[in-house]
């Protein structure tokens, strides 16, 4: 079956000419257009292999490293249907290497590809080579808007409620204010004085954590009062640059940090510990993801507390989903939404329940 699949695949390489003078080709590709044109496409035989192609935004963003490390224990734990192959490419934040980057795992033959897009507003081009190959492709993490998503049927979402992370970080702040009012109000004034890291601009994550983020701590009775904000591109080293010029700006006024995730949220961390201001000086820091360091971070009290994206649940709809888009099953017995969506929810995490997320690992 290999052997047909990369015949196939070279037939449909344009580039490779005189490949159909081969009369026992001619027969074979008779064969497999057919059920094509007769609208009657084969069934996966459950020992096909499986070939998922994975296209992610960059290599250096933490948490989808966690991601794709838990779509690699689904992928090494689950021989359902026989051999499931995983390839994964980076696009170094480059829309159009990504494009090409697909474009390749289409004619590598991969049954279904997963797209981490470079820039969410950008997907047509990659919708485009989806259609005309047949690939179903599964989105996930950076969100495409609505209408790019129904431009065919076979693209389907996977991540998590963006709304939802903003409200639970702003309830878990308003929570831990409410409980330390005199430690964190530093300054006695009443307000809550805080700063924003944000991831990249123009993701929906950023835009919405924030927001929401800030007006539930508000709804929650909390008094704030914005005095910075800097993007970071949910970069460690980029958020710590950028803590260090507003602690420069505003010295010990900065009462909590708002980071849109947790690599930010420690970038924040480093800057403190940089600044040589002791622990006990510091701002209540929160950040986003739960990731394996902000965890720890969590545990031993440098940050005040993270909401957990569930990376966990995340590769396992992924991971499901392609099978059964690669077996032609249908997607939408796995609970999705409008035929479409698959989003994990958010939970908060602060030191009462660290353990417990500690313990998954
Ligand atoms: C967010 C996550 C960030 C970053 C980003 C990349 O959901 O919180 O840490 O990984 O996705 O798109």
Known sequence: MRKIRSIYSRMLNKKRGGFFQNSFIKALLFCMVLPVITGC?????????????????????????????CFD???????????VSVEYVYASQNQMTQNDQVEEMIEKGMDVICVNLVDRTAPTTIIDLAR?????????????????????SKLYYVGADAYESGRLQGELAADVCKRN?????????????????????????????????VNTMIDMGIEVEKIGYAIANWNRAQAQTKMAQLIERNGDEIEVVLANNDDMALGAVDAYESAGVPKTERPAV??????????????????????????????????????????????????????????????????????????KK
């Open 181 to 213: 009012r005199i430690i964190i109000d530093k300054n006695g004034d009443g307000l809550i004085q805080y700063v924003v890291l944000e991831g990249e601009a123009g993701h929906q994550d950023s835009i919405i954590r924030t927001e929401y983020s």
């Open 41 to 69: 496409v084969p069934e996966k035989k459950p020992d096909d292999e499986i070939k998922i192609g994975v296209c992610v935004y960059d290599q250096y963003d933490t948490f989808l490293t966690q991601l794709l490390e």
């Open 286 to 359: 929160f950040g986003i993801d739960g990731t394996d360091v902000g965890l720890k971070a969590v545990a031993d009290g440098s940050m005040r507390g993270t909401v957990y994206n569930d990376k966990e649940g995340q590769a396992e709809a992924m991971y499901k989903l392609a099978i059964a888009l690669a077996n032609n099953d249908d997607p939408d017995e796995l609970g999705l939404v409008d035929g479409k969506y698959k989003r994990l929810p958010y939970t908060i995490v602060d030191v009462r329940n660290v353990d417990d997320y500690l313990e």
């Open 73 to 83: 224990n689904e992928v090494n734990g689950n021989e359902v249907n026989g051999n």
């Open 132 to 152: 005309k190959n047949n690939v179903p492709i599964v989105f996930f993490n950076r969100e495409l808007v609505g209408e790019d998503l129904m431009q065919w």
